[in-house]
């Protein structure tokens, strides 16, 4: 073991997930929150804002979203905009996220992304060559933040065998109140329920894999287990473990910073959404 404890490794083989404290300072935290908004600044609003949501998946097939895999792209909350289509509020509360190549293409998060205890704690989950293939920062803004419906992340990042691993960092508290993660510990041993891909005519498809639906998201009565998160707090994820996070109707934001990593040991289809142009393949650490 490189990074993590055996126990820690073992907790992430029995729940399919993994909390690790502490993994970043406030100030490294801090130093990502202000790329980000530095990002902010510099983005030109469009006249027709790409707006992200899980709950009408529809709006999530745009070419603005399905080019995005290998530059930096900004979609907004469906809450953040007026009748009119134009962003209801400042754009800092009204993005829902930025990606997905962050963390080849900003230096602030290619340092945070690229650094040897994420290589290690991977390694320790038995990955063998480990790329980055994706990385979103996560705003969750007050009030607006939308739910993210229960998922598996090998349904977006679906490779063969299934490698990917989330690794989830709180860059400041979640909490139940502002919608934190939610996942069912254990559930990464039911198999994949759906892949979603390029259906070849210039849109996405989800095709079902398992037809059983998900459990009811009712909190404190169901599977679901909430995983608060102090800010530095890093969240890994097994590709198929049921996780969600309900909307934030707080007053406090709930911002993140998520990577991805699949193993370049395995097949990586070439009907994924995600796809990078040749000149600028996925990396390792
Ligand atoms: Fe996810």
């Known amino acids: ?55 009408d998946q529809t709006r999530t097939t745009d070419a603005y979203f399905l080019d995005s895999g290998d530059r930096i792209r900004f979609f907004f909350e469906a809450g953040a905009l007026g009748s009119d289509g134009r962003p209801n509020r400042p754009k800092h509360r009204a993005i829902n996220k930025i990606g997905h190549a962050l963390h080849d293409l900003d230096p602030v998060f290619a340092r945070a992304s690229h650094q040897r205890r994420l290589a290690d ?5 038995g990955m063998a060559q480990p790329l980055l293939m994706q990385s979103m920062y996560i705003m969750k803004p007050p009030e607006i933040g939308g739910e993210v419906v229960c998922h598996q992340d090998s349904t977006f990042l679906y490779t063969e065998p299934l490698s990917v691993v989330g690794l989830w960092l709180a860059l400041e508290d979640a909490t139940v109140e502002n919608g934190c993660m939610w996942a069912i510990p254990g559930g990464h041993r039911d198999g994949l329920r759906q892949r979603f891909r390029r259906d070849g005519r210039g849109g996405v498809a989800t095709d079902t894999l398992d037809p059983a639906p998900w459990p009811d998201f ?4 169901g599977p679901h287990v909430p995983l608060p998160a102090r800010q530095g707090t890093l969240i890994v994820l097994h590709g198929l473990v049921p996780h969600l996070s309900p909307a934030n109707r707080s007053d406090r934001p709930r911002r993140a910073y998520t990577l991805h990593v699949v ?23």
Do not use: K
């Not at 704690?121 to 989950?125: E, G, K, N």
């Not at 193993?263 to 650490?285: C, K, S, V």
């Open 1 to 55: 073991m490189l990074y993590l404890s055996e126990a820690q490794r073992d907790a992430y083989v029995r729940d399919g997930f993994l909390v690790i404290p502490d993994f970043e300072t406030p100030e490294a935290c801090r130093a990502l929150m202000d790329e980000a908004d530095r990002l902010i600044d510099g983005f030109e609003m469009l006249d027709d804002p790409s707006v992200f949501t899980t709950t």
């Open 263 to 285: 193993d370049g040991a395995a097949e990586y289809p070439a009907d994924n959404w995600l796809q990078r142009r040749a000149d600028m393949p996925a990396r390792g650490f």
């Open 218 to 221: 009712v909190p404190g009565h």
């Open 121 to 125: 704690l991977v390694a320790d989950l």
